[in-house]
């Protein structure tokens, strides 16, 4: 038994063997600046942590009340060589995570589009961005493709080598949209526009969630984000416009049929719509500002009239 506890301490570690860290193992250019400066700004905290715990310890052994050898200066009040690191590296510390946070800050705002270095190193720049409107619901996501007539709900596929271009809204409470592997998240709100901008490098499935709580059906508030290569993705689209999927809806998604799939629902399932209304999203956002919303493209304010479905849920615990 007692040998069993020289392994007590790798203990952790077994536990934590089978979890991954999807913000670690990232698949685009998005997530490769957010994994590397998580990094680098741990290595840079860590500088302060390992020599305080190194530190905490051998100066607990050395002055352990059973070393008389021990120096012992009860009338000693400072030291400039104490004072100056104690001060010094915190201030050094401070300085780099500052210029680093302002740099990084700038250069991946969500808002801003990818760079053409980004695009050529990705072979991503001789391809056409795609625009997916995003609505956060009380508990689901509603993904329109606004230049492809199709609209899903729970799950995003996106064809790989492709800027993607979100404009995010919330028809319910506030939360976020974040897609860990890919990249930055972002609120969603009702009556306002959010964006990003990410590109998936490889195809797979990438989990995606809200990453701020909004009640009951919080927990199941994820979907699943397909990337696939672009001749696959041509073909998806041609699936779901012919309606042959086992997730069609069968019915269109327009202003007469919104209220119907944007009602409150836990664990919502995987629906396709062969056809979208092309300008749901500017309605579903005119709901909550009196008819106006922003052009993205010309920066005007459009007066329309605004989608008539059901408001945010009581039952959202917010």
């Known amino acids: 038994m007692k040998r069993l506890w020289r392994f007590f301490p790798a203990l952790p570690a077994l536990m934590l063997s089978g979890c991954t860290v999807d913000l670690l193992q ?5 997530g490769d600046g957010n994994s590397f400066m998580m990094v680098l700004e741990w290595a840079v905290m860590m500088c302060v942590v390992v020599p305080v715990i190194i530190a905490t310890l051998l100066i607990a052994w050395k002055y352990r009340a059973s070393n008389k ?11 400039h060589k104490i004072e100056t690191f104690v001060w010094g590296i915190p201030i050094v510390i401070i300085l780099i995570l500052s210029v680093v946070s302002f ?12 760079t053409h270095d980004q695009l050529v190193k990705e072979h991503a720049e001789n391809q056409k961005p795609l625009n997916i409107q995003v609505v956060s619901l009380d508990w689901k996501w509603l993904f329109i493709y606004p230049d492809l007539g199709i609209a899903t709900i729970n ?6 080598k492709t800027e993607l271009n979100f404009h995010i809204t919330s028809d319910a409470v506030m939360t976020s949209f974040f897609i860990p592997q890919l990249g930055s998240q972002i609120y969603a709100m009702a009556g306002m526009q959010t964006e990003l901008h990410l590109l998936a490098r490889e195809p797979g499935i990438y989990k995606g969630m809200a990453a701020q709580y909004t009640g009951k ?10 990337a696939m290569p672009v001749d696959q ?28 799939y944007s009602a409150p629902q836990v664990n919502a399932p995987v629906t396709y719509f062969a056809d979208a209304q092309s300008d749901l999203f500017q309605y579903i956002v005119a709901k909550y500002n009196n008819g106006a919303v922003k052009d993205r493209a010309t920066g005007k304010i459009m007066h329309i009239q605004p989608a008539s479905n059901s408001a945010a849920s009581d039952d959202t615990g917010m």
């Open 233 to 260: 993705f041509q073909s998806w689209v041609e699936n779901v416009k012919n309606g042959d999927s086992k997730f069609a809806s069968g019915e269109p998604l327009n202003g007469s049929t919104y209220a119907k």
């Open 103 to 114: 740099w990084s800050t700038h250069f991946y705002d969500p808002y801003k589009p990818l």
């Open 217 to 226: 059906g919080f927990s199941d508030m994820h979907f699943q984000t397909i």
């Open 69 to 79: 050898k021990a120096e012992y200066w009860p009338n000693w009040s400072f030291s």
């Open 26 to 30: 990232p698949r685009g250019p998005i």
């Open 155 to 160: 799950e995003l596929d996106v064809p790989t």
